[in-house]
């Protein structure tokens, strides 16, 4: 192997995701997960040359920076350290001083820290991740990725609240939008693949993991997107709701719910775990509606419903539509929840190729629909948000 690796580190409250990976190929050398942290289980498992480990971490000290130390020992048990150019970080939320990929030097690290307003369950972690990153490769350039960063081309209508504006100029209050990373990899891929440079590429990314978004892509820049000030905003999801009547947050708090209380149910015990009663994992939820349980035949339809409402009306901000892209856990593997928000669409002309949409069941890229009215196909793109922070970690440290 002679390209230069990147080491991708994403760093969760008791979680780091890591893989080390060729920024040129995307070719994966190691790939991990350290969980559990702050608990007595902590661990980290990973895959190296096709091999899986695993070890538990220590008790008291700091579980990121052990298992950061652990990446570091097995890269130089491999005798890789040399080849490593950059470590990338992906950041949730970079509010709106980061357009763009940006070097991590102390401002920028504070600045990160001071953005946990906007995003306490994330930008903390992902401070304890950088530093820990830093202790154990002092000299390596460390870049930060931004979830946000793709959507700050939204223009001032998109993005502002109908609200009071000094909740706008006081607490920054205001629609972010998240999976950035997704929806510049799948439109990038998309323009490659229909053979069209992406600046004249209109495209509606619709990305349906357990958290799912859309976003609509005008000439190659993100203009609109359903997630919100908090991911909480747009589609319904594995656990969130997605929008809902802000009335119904006053509501409850009047019955004596506690505001902990209303978060925990709408960010935890909503989405297609609510509304089943079942499961959150579509998956489970496919699968129980085919053996006839109502609670998931409802969360089905009410899911790809709200999917497809999205895309209608992510027409309006669009001068051409080129194509609607599928992607994350639900878009690139489930062929019948694609079906449904097909057959959603069908005043937009779209026509579902049978063949396409099931060849591209187990995450095949493929066209799965056209659309003769708008000249435009859907289609699925696997997504490779890691792939897009070791390119852009790997270009700032050139
Ligand atoms: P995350 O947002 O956590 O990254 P993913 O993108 O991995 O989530 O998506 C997880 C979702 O994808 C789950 O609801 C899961 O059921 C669904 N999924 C994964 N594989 C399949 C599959 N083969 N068929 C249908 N759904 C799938």
Redesign the pocket.
């Known amino acids: 192997m002679n390209n230069s690796l990147v080491l991708v580190l994403n760093s969760g409250s008791s979680s780091l995701k890591f893989a080390l990976m060729e920024a040129e190929t995307g070719n994966t050398v190691l790939s991990g997960l350290g969980e559990c942290f702050g608990l007595d289980e902590a661990r980290v498992s990973w895959k190296l040359h096709g091999e899986k480990s695993e070890v538990n971490l220590k008790p008291g000290e700091s579980h990121h920076q052990q298992a950061v130390d652990l990446i570091v020992g097995l890269i130089q048990a491999e005798k890789l350290s040399d080849k490593v150019v950059a470590i990338g970080h992906r950041v949730v939320h970079g509010g709106e001083c980061f357009t763009k990929a940006t070097l991590i030097d102390n401002d920028v690290l504070e600045q990160i820290d001071a953005l946990s307003d906007l995003a306490p369950l994330h930008n903390p972690s992902h401070v304890l991740g950088i530093k820990a990153a830093q202790n154990a490769f002092p000299g390596l350039p460390q870049v930060a990725v931004f979830d946000t960063a793709f959507h700050q081309s939204m223009p001032k209508k998109a993005y502002t609240g109908a609200i009071d504006s000094e909740l706008y100029s006081k607490y920054g209050i205001r629609r972010y939008g998240f999976h950035g990373t997704s929806h510049y990899y799948v439109s990038r891929e998309a323009a490659r693949q229909l053979g069209k440079p992406v600046e004249q590429c209109s495209f509606i990314s619709v990305h349906l993991?357990?958290?799912a978004s859309v976003c609509a892509i005008n000439n190659g820049e993100s203009v609109d997107t359903s997630m919100g000030f908090t991911p909480l905003a747009g589609l319904m999801m594995?656990t969130r709701s997605g929008d809902l009547d802000p009335g119904i947050i006053e509501f409850l708090l009047k019955k004596g719910w506690e505001p902990e209380q209303v978060f925990e149910s709408l960010n935890k015990k909503s989405g297609f775990l609510g509304v089943s009663g079942l499961t959150s994992?579509?998956?489970?939820i496919?699968e129980a509606m085919e053996q006839g349980h109502e609670g998931a035949k409802l969360a089905y339809e009410l899911f790809s419903y709200r999917v497809a409402k999205y895309i209608g009306s992510y027409m309006i901000p669009l001068d051409h539509l080129d194509a609607i892209i599928f992607t994350?856990?639900?878009g690139e593997?489930?062929l019948p929840i694609r079906r449904e928000i097909l057959k959603n669409l069908r005043l937009l002309g779209f026509v579902e190729d049978k063949k396409g949409n099931e060849d591209a069941r187990f995450g095949n890229a493929g066209i799965i629909a056209k659309s003769e009215m708008l000249n435009a196909v859907a289609m699925v793109i696997p997504t490779n948000e890691e792939l897009v922070i070791a390119q852009q970690a790997a270009e700032l440290a050139k």
């Open positions: 993991g357990n958290g594995g994992d579509a998956r489970g496919v994350g856990g639900i593997n489930s």
